[in-house]
Structure formats: structure tokens, C-alpha cells
């Protein structure tokens, strides 16, 4: 399992690239289509490399922290959380929450058997049906 915990101190997503290699690896046989449509997809892949290097997910006993390095850019309340869900199940590759105010798409760049650990851990669906 690729997260680092304490019970104290919650739990810190370690990084998964599998995302933008396989986005890297698709992007190869566009290229003999046409360059102008590898191309965004490419620098897509390299965006999410990216991402995956500098961002943390850290889940907390009352939110979930989003980190750039040791800054924290982000917080979400678990009190404020309607409903989650990972898309598709075979292959993970987005995570959606609805909170109060907003819904959020975020890229899986994390191990996604640790990132639903966590979920179910922290922030347990509803299942009456309130979603």
C-alpha cells in the first residue's frame, strides 16, 4: 500500500504516475495520426506528471488537506461532504466529491486502493439513500 500514516496525524497519499504514463503511452500512436492531436494529450500527461509530483493528499480525523510541498492550498470538511465516488472501477482514473457549496473532479495520482481506503475510513458514504 503506497500511504504513509499516523493516528495521530492522519494519513498522507503517496503519489501513483500510472495515470500520465498510460495517457504518455496512448499518445504514441496519435502521433502517427496527426502531431496536433498527440500533442495536448501529451503535454496533458506531462501536466498530471507533474501534479503527481508536487501534490498530497492529506486525510485528517475532520478534512481532507490537499498539499503543494508543506503548503497547504486546500481543505474539505468532511461535515461538508454529500456523497464520493472513484470512476470506473477498472480502471481508476477520476475521483468525485459533492460537498455543500460545489462538486469537485479530481485526477486519481495517488494509489487508488489506498485513496478508497481512505474515503470509506474518513468520510463513510451515506446509505440511506441521501446521496
Known amino acids: 500500500m503506497t500511504f504513509s500514516s499516523s493516528l495521530d496525524q492522519g494519513v498522507v497519499l503517496q503519489p501513483s504516475y ?5 495517457l504518455v503511452v496512448l499518445t504514441v500512436p496519435l ?4 502531431v496536433w492531436l498527440g500533442l495536448p494529450i501529451l503535454l496533458f500527461a ?3 506528471g507533474i501534479q503527481a509530483a508536487t501534490l ?3 486525510f485528517t480525523s475532520t478534512a481532507l488537506d490537499i498539499y503543494r510541498g508543506t503548503t497547504r492550498i486546500r481543505t474539505f470538511p468532511y ?3 454529500y456523497h464520493w465516488e472513484i470512476y470506473w472501477t477498472a480502471v481508476p482514473i477520476l475521483l468525485y ?17 489506498a485513496l478508497r481506503q481512505c474515503l470509506a475510513t474518513y468520510c463513510p458514504r451515506q446509505t440511506d439513500g441521501s446521496a
Open 79 to 81: 461535515q461538508d461532504w
Open 97 to 113: 466529491f459533492r460537498e455543500v457549496r460545489n462538486f469537485h473532479f479530481l485526477p486519481v495520482l495517488f494509489d487508488p486502493t
Open 56 to 58: 498530497r493528499l492529506h
Open 46 to 48: 506531462f501536466f498530471l
Open 18 to 22: 500510472q495515470l500520465p504514463a498510460v
Open 31 to 34: 502521433f502517427f495520426v496527426s
